[in-house]
């Protein structure tokens, strides 16, 4: 759909239109905003209401903004030029900022564009915000939603606006946000190919004031003086719905997102059990031996994949990136004897590591943190507390581990997670899994490292380490992580899943990454127990087609047996899900349309060949029957049902 722009006499922004779009932009609003860095004061907003008009150039299909020095909150003028572009792109605009930095002053972030709408293209209460927060989330109302549960009450300037953001890769899964308004989508892109850390921000305005509905995204140029750094460009474009922006933004990553063929075995997994061996707190809640039977128990369940985690010395969520076998469990032989056993009764096995986690109390970090750990933006290492306890209270209350993390820019930490892997291969698993590193990014702020300056670069390092990997693997072997971002997903063959969409919630849609990549593998998370919603969590992780994650009482103690209702459950969903194999095993998740369906039932739909299948689930307490498309649709309570046309 294309938009137009327009400068009407020197006007601080462009106004933007479209077919069956006008909006209406907050009077006095910022179009963008830049955050120094001075060393005394850490953030220091340049708002472009401040600033002289600018320098404007006119080209064909493009208009240049250029503001020769800037003018600080503090009063004081910076010599730093800006300039901002603004081009016509197929049916988009595309927004480029260039900062050439001649102070002492470091330019860490811009935002740009900035809309701050009054009115988008419907009252506030009908706009919603499509934001693939992981999975995805649908959030309605969002100025009141932001409002309601983003104030910080104290930490950050919410008197100015008030904030959420999402940062880009991970949590965000994709660079894309948008917002449905009056018949109209109204979208933003960040299309980079260096993958850049970044920020997608949804904001309103203060308490007390009339509601605004801001849209930005904020990228980290770090230019320290004599530098001069272009950020990634931003495309705003308009749809219908949200699938147009799904379908365009597939486009474009169609153009580096390249996945290896994944092993047979996986693309046909239906869920495993995940079970800690060796807990964080010392006490052994299985032997290397107990792994055939843990494999049985699921087995009865229809789970054919064991995912072990805290099967070395050190323990789990300890001693990282140490790992070796336990002799009071078993061994090395007895670990290599038990996996060949599972797989021998039919099973698969995966073992375990963290991808990102120094433990502070290990020689590699005495030999090597001060080489690969990543800084923060004060020049001290992140640091990450863990309070995983059992029954006491000095665990669970003061904490107990202590990790810094592993920057993806540094040879030693490429290769000590290439150690890694080839110590876990020595067991014969079928896979390697590496926590973590599927996501949870960070600027790294050490300029020693591969990255140097530029804070945000650290992906393409990361991709690079994942190819090392995977280079080592057998051909039926695979490669798993958590956490789903699109770009580092593309080297996993599946995921653990985490985060929004993985377990249901008011505002979870998983419908919008599976649209954009349906060939992603992930499981279900958060189900510990029989507690009152567990068939609900795993009737929507079935209808999504996400394989199934069954860790019971947190991976510790019993397997699935000892949860007799939920073993029941898994197994009729997973023989309902063999029935229709070719479609949830083989055929391609799509999202073509909404409908109108009952109160508290949702639908997906798969397609194989020219058959397509509509998978529903009943989330109420009693049995629903409805019209579908011409076909009677009956389920039960708390259940689910499938349809084929």
């Known amino acids: 759909m294309k938009m137009n722009v327009s400068f009407a006499g020197g006007a601080p922004r462009p106004q933007l239109t479209a077919p069956g779009l006008n909006p209406v932009f907050a009077e006095g609003t910022d179009f963008w905003r830049i955050h120094l860095d001075t060393g005394e004061i850490r953030e220091l907003t340049v708002f472009s209401t401040a600033q002289e008009p600018p320098e404007v150039s006119v080209r064909e299909k493009e208009i240049i903004y250029t503001y020769p020095q800037l003018l600080a909150e503090n009063g004081e003028i910076y010599d730093i030029t800006y300039r901002l572009t603004v081009r016509e792109e197929g049916d988009g605009l595309v927004f480029s900022s260039t900062v050439e930095n001649r102070c002492d002053a470091r330019v860490n972030e811009i935002q740009a564009p900035f809309f701050a709408f009054d009115r988008l293209n419907s009252a506030p209460e009908e706009e919603i915000l499509y934001i693939p ?78 509601s605004q509905l801001v849209l930005a995204i904020s990228q980290y140029p770090m230019a320290v003086k004599g530098e001069t750094i272009e950020t990634a460009p931003v495309t705003v474009c308009v749809y219908d719905d949200w699938r147009g922006a799904s379908r365009d933004y597939r486009a474009w990553a169609d153009s580096w997102y390249h996945p290896a063929p994944r092993p047979e075995w996986v693309q046909n997994m239906t869920g495993w059990q995940r079970i800690i061996m060796k807990h964080q707190y010392g006490e052994i809640f299985f032997r290397y031996a107990d792994l055939p039977r843990l494999y049985l128990d699921g087995k009865k369940a229809g789970l054919d994949t064991l995912l072990v985690f805290g099967w070395w010395k050190g323990r789990f969520d300890n001693n990282y990136p140490h790992y070796e076998a336990d002799e009071v469990m078993g061994g090395a032989e007895g670990l290599k004897a038990a996996i060949a056993e599972v797989q021998k009764l039919g099973g698969r096995v995966i073992l375990y590591s963290n991808g990102k986690l120094i433990d502070v109390k290990t020689e590699f970090y005495q030999e090597h943190g001060h080489d690969c750990c990543q800084i923060d933006i004060d020049g001290n290492e992140y640091r990450e507390h863990y309070q995983f306890s059992n029954n006491g209270t000095i665990l669970r209350t003061f904490g107990y581990k202590t990790f810094v993390t592993g920057c993806m820019a540094t040879p030693e930490w490429h290769d000590r997670l290439l150690d890694t892997t080839q110590v876990k291969l020595a067991f014969h698993p079928d ?28 992906a393409l390092y990361r991709l690079h380490n994942l190819d090392d990997i995977r280079a080592t693997l057998g051909l039926d072997q695979a490669l798993g992580s958590e956490n789903l971002t699109d770009v580092f997903s593309s080297r996993f063959d599946y995921l653990h899943g985490c985060c929004n969409g993985c377990w249901t919630g008011p505002n979870y849609y998983p419908d919008l990454y599976l649209a954009t990549f349906p060939d992603l593998i992930t499981t279900n998370r958060m189900m ?33 047996a000892a949860m007799p209702r939920m073993e029941a459950h898994v197994k009729k969903l997973l023989d309902l899900k063999e029935q229709y194999r070719r479609f949830f095993y083989e055929g391609t998740f799509v999202s073509e349309r909404d409908y109108d369906l009952p109160e508290g039932v949702r639908c997906t739909q798969y397609r194989h060949g020219d058959e397509l299948l509509t998978a529903f689930l009943n989330n109420n307490p009693d049995a629903v029957e409805f019209d579908f498309l011409g076909h009677t649709v009956s389920i039960g309570g708390e259940d689910v049902a499938c349809l084929v046309m």
């Open 133 to 210: 927060n992981s999975l995805g989330e649908r959030i309605e109302n969002p100025r009141k939603w932001v409002r309601d549960t983003r104030h910080t009450e104290y930490m950050a300037a919410d008197y100015q606006n008030i904030w959420y953001t999402a940062v880009y890769p991970s949590p965000m899964s994709m660079a894309w946000m948008g917002v449905q308004s009056g018949g109209r989508f109204f979208s933003l892109f960040r299309k980079d190919e260096k993958f850049r850390l970044c920020a997608f921000c949804v904001g309103n305005s203060p308490r007390n004031t009339p």
């Open 528 to 560: 510990h127990d029989e507690r009152e919603d567990f068939r609900r969590h795993y009737n929507s992780a079935f209808i999504y087609g996400l394989r199934f994650d069954i860790s019971v009482y947190r991976c510790r103690k019993v397997s699935v």
């Open 431 to 458: 896979s390697v899994f590496y926590d973590q590193i599927g996501g949870c990014t960070r600027l790294c702020f050490n300029k020693n490292h591969e990255h140097g300056g530029r804070a945000d670069e650290e």
